[in-house]
């Protein structure tokens, strides 16, 4: 399991270019993937799961996602985490209701986890295809 703290198989150095894309994982606001908790990571990676799948990306959803590989992940630690991850412009958070907020990723918070996967990609020579004619 991961903590608030972890940083996995990552090095605590800030990665260099990516050999796929040549850009560094940085969001537009300063962001990189270093400077995320494992947590904040597989929060970022629910939300985007939650809407792949057409789901509302509430606490309570965001928390179920996370919990197979977290354990029981308690309020103050979720919501902690994901008015972080609002801080730094990679969610945005939205009245559902008088009493759920909703949770979604900015264009920042996908890509950044696009470039992570590219990198990811890259490291297992994986490839990715073209969906428009043109080869990656």
Not at 1 to 28: C, F, H, K, N, W
Not at 81 to 89: F, I
Request: glycine residues 10%; proline residues 2%.
């Amino acid at each position: 399991m991961y903590d608030d703290y972890s940083r996995g198989l990552e090095s605590p150095d800030r990665p260099a270019a990516s050999t796929v894309t040549d850009q560094q994982l940085i969001a537009d606001g300063g962001t990189t993937w270093g400077d995320l908790t494992g947590f904040q990571r597989d929060t970022l990676e629910a939300i985007a799961r939650l809407e792949r799948d057409d789901e509302t990306s509430y606490g309570l959803a965001i928390k179920r996602r996370l919990e197979p590989q977290h354990g029981e992940v308690n309020h103050g630690r979720l919501y902690t985490n994901l008015d972080a991850l609002v801080e730094r412009g990679l969610v945005e958070k939205s009245e559902l209701d008088k009493r759920t907020n909703q949770y979604v990723l900015t264009d920042d918070g996908r890509g950044l986890l696009l470039q992570r996967a590219e990198r990811l990609m890259d490291a297992c020579e994986i490839g990715l295809a073209a969906t428009d004619g043109g080869s990656r």
